[in-house]
Nanobody, 117 residues
Framework: QVQLVESGGGLVQAGGSLRLSCAAS????????IGWYRQAPGKQRDLVAT???????DSADSVKGRFTISRDNAKNTAYLQMNSLKPEDTAVYYC???????????WGQGTQVTVSS
């Protein structure tokens, strides 16, 4: 089993920055993709960015040029650097890991990000 713990959320003014962390513990799949998702009140959970263990990344158009996903395999930790934050970025941000060897699909508990105007 893999456990994920997010941290780094908080309240920030528009234009500011935050760095989210996602620490994994347990048996991490040999081949895996880590994703950051977010869910605003009353809305569905949307994909923000993903990174696989070959460091191939992808991100939603709404965050391109502002958010950067990265990972440190030695620390079993993934990061989401968020710059130029906007009020519409306000949401609970969740970390997810999907992988094989063993097969895993796990979520963290989420961390709140609030951007004030």
């Amino acid at each position: 089993q893999v456990q994920l713990v997010e941290s780094g959320g908080g309240l920030v003014q528009a234009g500011g920055s935050l760095r989210l962390s996602c620490a994994a513990s347990g048996i991490t799949p040999r081949f895996n993709t880590i994703g950051w998702y977010r869910q605003a009140p009353g809305k569905q959970r949307d994909l923000v960015a993903t990174i696989n263990n070959f460091n191939s990344v992808d991100s939603a158009d709404s965050v391109k040029g502002r958010f950067t996903i990265s990972r440190d395999n030695a620390k079993n930790t993934a990061y989401l650097q968020m710059n130029s934050l906007k009020p519409e970025d306000t949401a609970v941000y969740y970390c997810n890991i999907k992988g094989i060897g063993p097969q895993v699909d796990a979520w963290g508990q989420g961390t709140q990000v609030t951007v004030s105007s």
